[in-house]
């Protein structure tokens, strides 16, 4: 079935260093790609996405890519600071439908 | 409201016992999802309604779990007869649109412990 994989489970970065989490899809239909922060007692929130006829976005500190090819997808925070300390989820949609699915989440910490 | 809102925020119940949880959507959202997301986990998704269409059931983990929504807004999500491995945090999100590319808004989650 459809499936994300994604690594690593845990990141520890000293502040001001870049963070790279990587995530893998099995469905080749899958044309949109939402990347979610979620804090301790919080629901994911939605930072950043793209879609499938893009290679690259970016946002201030965060950017995301994309190898169709591959089904490689990554997000990238530069310049990281202790608030970006949170759980990180990768997900994966098909064309015309509702249903995400969710990588199994990479927790940061970010040192000071 | 300004944001999707879950209650209740803990649950607390003993094993056998059925519970209700609930949540608001944002105004004016026509999809609705709930998702099951145990520790340490990722988010499992349970159940999609959308606008006045049949619900898609399809990531139910049982048939004790049920969910309605009520009018195209709020939406109840019940668990029968609950066991120890029901003990997760249910989040909720609602999306203008359940298309590809509509932003999903999720709740805060209510945390379920089954004794």
């Known amino acids: 079935g459809e499936n994300v994989e994604q690594h690593p489970s845990t990141l520890s970065v000293q502040e001001g260093d870049s963070a790279v989490i990587k995530c893998t899809y099995s469905?080749?239909?899958?044309?949109?790609f939402p990347w979610y922060k979620q804090e301790l007692g919080k629901g994911p929130q939605l930072i950043i996405d793209i879609r499938s006829n893009v290679g690259e976005k970016k946002d201030q500190r965060i950017a995301v890519t994309l190898n169709k090819t591959a089904k490689h997808f990554s997000l990238h925070i530069t310049e990281t600071q202790p608030e970006d300390s949170a759980v990180y989820f990768c997900?994966?949609?098909?064309?015309?439908?509702?249903?995400?699915?969710f990588g199994a989440g990479t927790r940061l910490f970010v040192k000071a | 409201g300004a944001g999707v809102s879950q209650s209740p925020s803990n649950k607390v119940t003993e094993k056998g016992k059925d519970v209700e949880l609930r949540c608001d959507p944002i105004s004016g959202h026509t999809a609705l999802y709930w998702y099951r997301q145990s520790l340490g986990q990722g988010l499992e998704f349970l159940i999609y309604?959308?606008?006045?269409?049949?619900?898609?059931k399809s990531g139910l983990p049982s048939d004790r779990f049920s969910a309605e929504r009520t009018g195209g807004s709020v939406s109840t999500l019940t668990i029968q007869r609950t066991q120890q491995e029901d003990s997760a945090v249910y989040l909720c999100?609602?999306?203008?649109?359940?298309?590809?590319?509509?932003?999903?808004?999720f709740g805060p989650g209510t945390r379920l412990t089954v004794l």
């Open positions: 997900a994966a949609r098909g064309t015309g439908g509702f249903k995400t699915i």
């Open positions: 469905d080749s239909a899958s044309n949109y």
């Open positions: 999100a609602s999306s203008f649109r359940g298309t590809s590319y509509n932003e999903q808004f």
């Open positions: 309604f959308q606008g006045n269409s049949a619900p898609d």
